[in-house]
């Protein structure tokens, strides 16, 4: 038994923003994965819901005629994991969220949501926020651009201003352009658990695969909020690929970084997944990019 | 044809499969009210005053009950048969709602409501004022002189302290050439994790209170009722459906008491009364968490001239199956190896944390572990071959221990372990992996154990049986024994259906336990059923068989002692030819103008005896170093259990095992906080139970001997399986990276500490 208070019903994302400015006090309801608990905990018994899920105007991945990607918030991650368009671009994307939970939340669970939620272990975020996704975020009012970089606040805090929704992720062509990624999850167990520490990070490397271009880390867990580490990126950029770029990111990824120590795990247990995933994520990525660290 | 031996499939398989079979929430009448506990929110302490006025304004409430309201009677949770001895009786230290606060979450208050928001939403209004002392969360602590007793009966928190020694250690100690190994070790609090939560619902029916609940003990539980609301024993009447897991925790009387108590409050309407999964965490019964000190005294041969234990249990809050646990664990530590002398000292000891009871093998693998990681502690200090060393001082058949008088009547140990060297290659690989550098490592490690079938002598041993014939040839099985997943049900109707000479078809097994009509049996624990009851339904099949051969002779006119079943049909002794269908006979007997009679046979059976049963666990894995983590590539249990009834089902038996002692030695263990006592992970996201893609392929094997003391030669095999597993994958972990880690779970950040202690990282 889940005790709500009003639950208001849309069949459009005018008809749900134009209720998200009468109730203020209403949380959207997506795939509910997240609000359910924190209604069976107590933390959200008996608030008024706006319930979006069957909005499927929100739902969808696509490539717009500018070449960038654009997906929408209540795409399933299943949907992202399966989804062709996200196979053949950015499949760390769709590796990343076939980690989260089990099959049943991955069916359940958004892709917005999992952002807007904005905890620092979303298992999208962090390969989101190394593709440096844009967000379209829409009131009655009109909407608005936000690079993904600037969303999170704080430990569940996020830039959704009062009556806002999140309606559209975009990724541009020249972000997932003859980049290739990688995602590391490191967990107590490998499904139905949440990250202790996750890794992403993306590289474009030179004709030759000898050199950098560009190579993008982002951290989760690492911080309150999901990070990117720019000092391990600026020292790789440019950088031959051998051993020493390995131990450069993750020297770079150890000055960025700033876990705590929680009953789930100490800071210092923390920093040894930070040193030890940012090598091995960063030479995944570039042997998925065609480079050999030892070649 | 031999039925016993056979896969047969699962009497309820089909049942519980379509969702036929009914389970305690299935069954709950229509406009049952709903109960929530109110939990303490301090750890130590006494509740001063409630203010329920708020509470009682949240409309649907029918009734609040409080710690000062209930009957002023102690009485005990733990299933054991009762002794009616009282210094054998278990420790009665709670009441059905408590004023002195024990633990975190104890149950101080209760709701009964219309619906289950209207009782959580007032469970949360009542207001409670508490005087508080600081929790007492760690044995040390406890024993601590001064410390503020927990129970005024054991004012220095020690439950129970006991000694024992065989020989002198003293003196053999003094014996030229010994290498002594010392070694601490540790094991955690962790949790059944049975699928079903603790729940029940109780009403009033006829004067009786009946109580529906998910238990794998209703004898025990309705005498517990009784004691705990001062009624007589038939009074009380528990129905037990099929269950969704026990694994020992539901080896207590859980929700049933309070509940009973509850609907007597409110004109006998019914009452639900189902924990959380947070509740059935915090608030039912854990595995002891246990400390051990191991002294070894080893001449240059390998054989053990002296050892000795010191073991330390904490028993939480409330004393709940109490000193009977770490009691085990000691007589496992002398049973294993009883050679030389052997000195033990035990405590059981009253903090303030959750309380710990029964579970899965009941103190073994507490020791299993400790003395299994000890022995290749002992390996390595002195060089010695792990195997030999095992070998060479574990128990042999004949043995019959000095202070329980239990013998070994049969033993397939060694051939356990040489059968698991060979499938492994376990000492060519030990030698090779013990040389490796680098990240990533390999390792072997295995560990044996020995386990008692049933409680006897240690307590009663007794059970019962009942077989009505129907008209078609067919029976109705009664047992008090119960099913509780293991597959109970499965292997009874195999032993009636061969000893009466019937296909198992014919046997029709009545799973639920209902205390008013249901015969006797103390229920499913200590790995007895197929032992002790199965004695029962050996000897009530045979008491059957007679009734209708005597019948069959009347019919053939005939000796019946010439007569004998085969498949369901009368044939001559040592012939093949059918006289008459088992059907014909049950149908004359019914309706015989001149001679009807309802045949029908109750056996009970007072067991006096036990064996052991053994095995062993092998396993290769592989220590990824820097990311501190285990990764198992082969595992396997072989267990000598006697003669196994079904291999099927004893197979799925060996791996929920295996699967329970890897958790065990790798994944699970209850947190919680320092300063409030409050436990941390009381959920399955943060209590990291294994998942189905967590779990490698898991292999079981048996050695099969032929027990002259079991009912079809079988021994204990519903426990066991859990035991070796923990330490194997410990001594794996020694063998691959020369770290000896003395506490388990083997999770990743305890891998980190050691291996940056170790300076791998």
Known sequence: MYNFGTIYETTSVEDALRLKKEHPQAHFLAGGSDILIKVREGKLAGCDVINIYNLDELRGICLEEDGSILIRPLTSFTDVAMHPIIKQYIPVLGEAVNQIGGPQVRNIGTIGGNICNGVTSADSATTLKAYDAMLEISSIDGTRILPYGQFNLGPGKVDLREGELLCGIRISKESYEKTYGHYIKYAMRRAMDIATLGCSVNVTLSEDKKTVKRLRIAFGVAAPVPIRSTTAEASANGHAVNEALLEQVSVGALADVNPRTSWRASKEFRMQLVKEMAKRATKAAIEKAGGTING | ?761
């Open chain 2, 1 to 761: 044809m031999d039925i016993i031996g056979t896969s047969l499939k699962r009497v309820d398989a089909f049942d519980k499969v379509t969702g036929k079979a009914k389970y305690t929430p299935d069954l709950i009448p229509p406009h049952a009210l709903v109960a929530k506990v109110l939990h303490s929110t301090i750890a130590n302490g006494w509740v001063k005053e409630f203010d329920l006025s708020e509470a009682w304004k949240v409309e649907g409430v029918v009734d609040i009950v409080t710690c000062f309201d209930v009957p002023d009677i102690q009485f005990p949770t733990a299933g054991h048969p009762w002794s009616t001895d009282p210094k054998h009786q278990d420790i009665a230290d709670r009441k059905l709602l408590n004023a002195r606060v024990r633990c975190y979450a104890d149950d101080i208050a209760a709701v009964v409501a219309e619906n289950e928001i209207a009782a959580e939403e007032a469970v949360k209004k009542i207001r409670v004022t508490y005087e508080e002392f600081t929790p007492i969360l760690t044995m040390e602590d406890a024993m601590k002189e001064g410390a503020i007793s927990i129970h005024e009966e054991r004012p220095n928190n020690v439950v129970v302290k006991s000694n024992y020694e065989i020989g002198s250690f003293e003196e053999s100690i003094k014996e030229e050439g010994l290498t002594k190994v010392v070694g601490d070790y540790e094991t955690p609090i962790v949790s059944h994790c049975h699928i079903e939560s603790a729940n029940s619902f109780a009403y009033m029916e006829s004067g009786k209170i009946v109580v529906v609940s998910s238990t794998q003990i209703p004898h025990i539980v309705r005498r517990v009722c009784s004691q705990a609301l001062g009624l007589g024993f038939g009074d009380i009447r528990i129905i037990k459906p099929y269950i969704g897991g026990g694994f020992g925790n539901k080896q207590d009387a859980l929700t049933e008491p309070l509940n009973a108590y509850l609907t007597t409050r409110v004109g006998g309407r019914p009452v639900v009364l189902a924990y959380t999964r947070e509740e059935t965490f915090a608030c039912t019964r854990t595995r002891h968490a246990m400390k051990f000190h191991i002294e070894s005294y080893v001449r240059k041969d390998g054989s053990f001239a002296a050892r000795s234990i010191k073991a330390y249990s904490n028993q939480g809050a409330y004393a709940s199956h109490a000193h009977a646990l770490v009691a085990n664990a000691v007589n496992g530590f002398r049973m294993m190896y009883p050679v030389g002398a052997i000195k033990s000292e035990a405590y059981t000891v009253y903090t303030n944390m959750a309380t710990a009871g029964a579970m899965r093998a009941y103190g073994i693998p507490q020791i299993g572990f400790a003395l299994e990681a000890h022995v290749d502690d002992i390996a390595k200090q002195t060089g010695l071959d792990p195997l030999k060393l095992r070998t060479q001082n574990m128990m042999k058949l004949g043995y019959v221990d000095p202070l329980t008088t239990i013998t070994c009547h049969s033993t397939g140990l060694d051939e356990c372990i040489q059968r698991g060297e060979q499938y492994l290659s376990y000492t060519k690989k030990r030698k090779e992996y013990a040389k490796q550098t680098g990240p990533i490592r390999k390792g072997v490690g295995m560990a044996i154990f020995c386990y008692k079938t049933g409680v006897y002598p240690i307590s009663l041993e007794t059970s019962a049986c009942r077989m009505v014939l129907n008209q078609d040839g067919s029976l109705q099985m009664q047992i008090g024994a119960t099913e509780i997943g293991q597959g109970a049900d499965t292997v009874f109707a195999m032993m009636a259906a061969q000893t009466i000479g019937l296909t198992v078809d014919k046997i029709h097994v009545v799973s639920k336990q209902d205390t008013d009509v249901t015969p006797y049996d103390t229920g499913a624990y200590a790995s007895r059923q197929t032992y002790v009851s199965g004695m029962a339904v050996k000897k009530t099949a045979e008491s059957f068989r007679r009734k209708l051969l005597e019948f069959a002779g009347f019919m053939l006119k005939k000796d019946p002692w010439d007569l004998d079943i085969k498949e369901n049909y009368i044939v001559h002794t040592n012939k093949n030819e059918h006289l008459l269908s088992v059907a014909d006979v049950a149908i004359e007997s019914c309706y015989s103008l001149t001679n009807s009679t309802h045949i029908a046979a109750e056996e009970s059976h007072h067991c006096t005896d036990n064996t052991y049963s053994f095995g062993v666990c092998y396993t290769e894995l592989e220590v990824d170093i820097p990311m501190c983590q285990i990764k198992i590539l082969d595992i396997i249990n072989i267990h000598d259990s006697g003669k196994i009834i079904n291999h099927q089902t004893a197979t799925g038996q060996v791996h929920g095992g295996m699967s329970m002692g890897l958790g065990y030695g790798m994944y699970e263990h209850l947190k919680f906080d320092p300063k409030t006592g409050r436990m941390l992970n009381d959920n399955l996201l943060d209590y990291k139970l294994m998942t189905a893609i967590d779990t490698p392929e898991l292999h079981a094997d048996f050695v099969e001997t032929d027990d002259p003391t079991g009912p079809y030669g079988n021994k204990s095999l519903g426990e066991p399986p859990t035991i070796p597993v923990a330490p194997a994958i410990r001594n794996a972990v020694l063998n691959a990276t020369g770290v000896a880690i003395n506490a388990i779970p083997l999770h990743p950040e305890r891998l980190f500490d050691a291996f940056t202690e170790a300076q791998l990282i």
